[in-house]
């Protein structure tokens, strides 16, 4: 995936979502040091014998471009919002000027349910509702911190204020409380391999 998408403006110009000279300066370092492709920075979670390894201090992130990885140290969420930017106003579907936010969060989340086996609705909830009001709260698991990682690896890509992060993230949380149909279903992942299949986007 190339992070340096664009999107489409009323005027007919198209405008880069991310940009290599708004990334924070110790995750241009981190990719410099090892060479990595800044357009295609991804969070990377280690394997051993086919299995993810646990995360045992998510501030230390692995990075991966699909050819190297490289570490960054991630400071704490509240530390990377930048400016003080209002919450956008989100409808039901994304236009293309926020679809990048959500595509960066969610595609790293089905690629990790493919190995662990999808999480219930309510606990997705649960995840982006804990992201979204103690972003550096105490862990829930697995999934919360690789989240939390790739939420790190956002911010520190796009200059995001805490009322933007907030408004994105509140957006996920009122997607899987949507589609919950008793305490264990599952829609959300569903739906969400869906939509991203289609989009071209798996």
């Known amino acids: 995936m190339n992070w340096f998408d664009t999107f489409k403006m009323e005027d007919g110009k198209r405008i880069y979502f991310f940009k290599e000279e708004e990334y924070l300066p110790s995750l241009r370092e981190a990719l410099k040091s090892k ?16 299995r993810l390894l646990p995360i045992q201090d998510r501030h230390q992130v692995w ?14 969420l509240t530390e990377l919002f930048r400016g003080n930017h209002p ?10 000027e926020h679809t990048p936010i959500f595509s960066f969060i969610e595609m790293p989340l089905v690629k990790l349910c493919k190995a662990l086996g999808d999480p219930t609705d309510q606990q997705m909830e649960e995840i ?6 103690r972003p ?11 989240l939390w990682q790739v939420c790190a690896l956002l911010l520190a890509m796009r200059p995001l204020s805490q009322a933007e992060f907030e408004a994105y993230i509140n957006r996920l949380e009122r997607s899987t409380r949507h589609m919950q149909i ?3 279903s599952r829609n959300y992942l569903d739906v969400l391999r869906q939509t991203l299949g289609q989009a071209g986007r798996l």
């Open 87 to 96: 919450a956008p106003v989100l409808g039901d579907t994304p236009d293309d």
């Open 136 to 146: 550096d709260g105490r862990s829930l698991g697995f999934l919360h911190d690789a």
């Open 63 to 76: 990075l991966n471009d699909d050819k190297v990885f490289c570490g960054w140290q991630a400071p704490k």
């Open 128 to 133: 982006y509702s804990t992201l979204r009001r």
């Open 35 to 50: 060479g990595l492709d800044p357009s295609r920075v991804n969070v990377g979670f280690p394997l051993e014998k086919d």
């Open 182 to 184: 008793g305490p264990v």
